[in-house]
């Protein structure tokens, strides 16, 4: 019996900002979630990452390997690496997770295979992050949205005019 060929295992690409690092991981990728810790929130700038988690064995360095930092926290026993000349964050890894290598959603240029689901140290968000409040274009902004004003709720309104009126 003639064996078939090998199909294709189709790939998902990233790369840093100035493209001297490229990564690529077999598609689909295991999971994808949204980091809300403080740790995560200050290695990106940002009020929370996501992140396309992968197995080590399906993950490949393909150009710039000598290019790659890391910062290891060893109190938490993890390890973020980010490219030297422009800084992207890359790939983080957990040492509860030893198989596993996490890289931000944002550097792929291509589909992972996942969707982002989960929500891990959510109780870290801080108070000013976006949560889903109703938005609408900033009149004479037409790229620019910002939260409708709250309607109050009777009782609140009540309070509100109680407390500031007098009555």
């Known amino acids: 019996m003639a064996q078939k060929p090998k ?5 998902a690409k990233a790369r840093c900002a ?16 949204h980091d809300h810790s403080e740790a ?10 996501t992140y396309v988690g992968s197995w ?3 993950f490949r360095v393909m150009k710039g390997a000598t290019n790659i930092r890391h ?12 490219c030297a000349t422009c800084g992207t964050p890359l790939i983080y890894e957990r040492a509860c997770a030893p198989k596993w290598i996490n890289i931000p ?10 969707e982002p689901r989960y929500h891990l140290h959510i109780e ?33 309104l009540a ?5 500031n009126f007098g009555m």
């Open 56 to 58: 080590k064995s399906r």
């Open 124 to 156: 870290e968000a801080p108070e000013w992050v976006y949560r889903g409040e109703p938005l609408g274009p900033l009149k004479g902004y037409a790229s620019v949205m910002c939260e409708r004003a709250r309607r109050r709720k009777p009782a609140e």
């Open 18 to 33: 100035c493209g001297a690092v490229r990564l690529e991981i077999d598609h689909p990728a295991f999971w994808a979630w």
């Open 159 to 163: 309070g509100f005019q109680a407390k």
């Open 7 to 11: 199909e294709k295992i189709s790939v």
């Open 71 to 82: 910062f290891e926290d060893k109190a938490a026993g993890n390890r973020r690496s980010f």
């Open 40 to 49: 995560s929130r200050r290695a990106h700038g940002a009020a929370y990452a």
């Open 105 to 114: 959603r944002a550097i792929f240029e291509t589909r992972t295979g996942r």
